[in-house]
């Protein structure tokens, strides 16, 4: 990203003070690229993903989920891949990947793991509703950017831990900003700049962490569609209430984001109801 030069220093800062982010496995990694192959090997998939025990887990548990539907339970992944279309099994892939950097509560932004989570799989899961009802063809980007839009709150929130409160302060005292001036105005950077930048490190592709760096930019969001789509299903899960913290409504939507998302009105509603149904089903699964 071509950052100015003091928002680049403060973004090295952020991440040289900060240990206890892990790389993204490179089992994710792996499998990703394969899934990129239109002519997809079950099999050997299924090899890469089985070394990591925690992404393997994690997907049998969501794929069992009332959500994706699969007409018995099942108990490997090879099981799973048969029964579940190529874009299922990219969402459950990516979802299953993030479940493990969300272990710990934000405790500045005031988000359970639970809340957290459920948030960015419905974020995903509406962000998937909507491209399949617009017609996108290769949606892993926008899975990606949609399930992981929210990551550099867990950045933002292991760098500044007392600062959390100042921030709190900060909207309190001046309710015509918006969550990401505040941001700005305390820590110099926001959470869609730091995720951007995460994802970036982390080898994603431009059109991912461009979404990400995009989701609350009000003017960057119009620019793709990738970034357009995150925006909106962030802003309807938002709406819907599903594992907000304290920035819930503390955002603006540009005029043109429908458009610049390819999305038309009469799909809002079946794809809000959709992503409600599957989300509970989801969240009965997991966090029984
Ligand atoms: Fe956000
Ligand atoms: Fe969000």
Known sequence: MNQPSGLAALLDEIFQKIDRIPNFPETAQKALRLLQDERLDFKELERVVRHDAAITANFLKLVNSAAFGLPRKVNTLLQAFSLLGINQIKFVLIASCMGQYLKEPIKGYNLTPEQIWTHSLACGLMAEALARRGGLSRPENLFTAALLHDIGKIVIDLYVEGEMENLREVLQKNPELTFMQAEWIVLGADHGIVGAELLRRWGFPKEVYFAVRAHHDESLML????AALTALSNALVNLMGIGTGVDVFA??????????AKVSEK???????ETFEKAEAIKAGLFA
Do not use: F, M, S
């Not at 620019?223 to 990738?226: D, H, P, V």
């Not at 799909?267 to 109801?273: F, G, H, K, M």
């Open 223 to 226: 620019e793709t569609r990738t």
């Open 267 to 273: 799909d809002l509603y079946p794809a809000i109801v």
């Open 251 to 260: 955002y603006h939507l540009p005029e043109g984001l429908l458009e610049a």
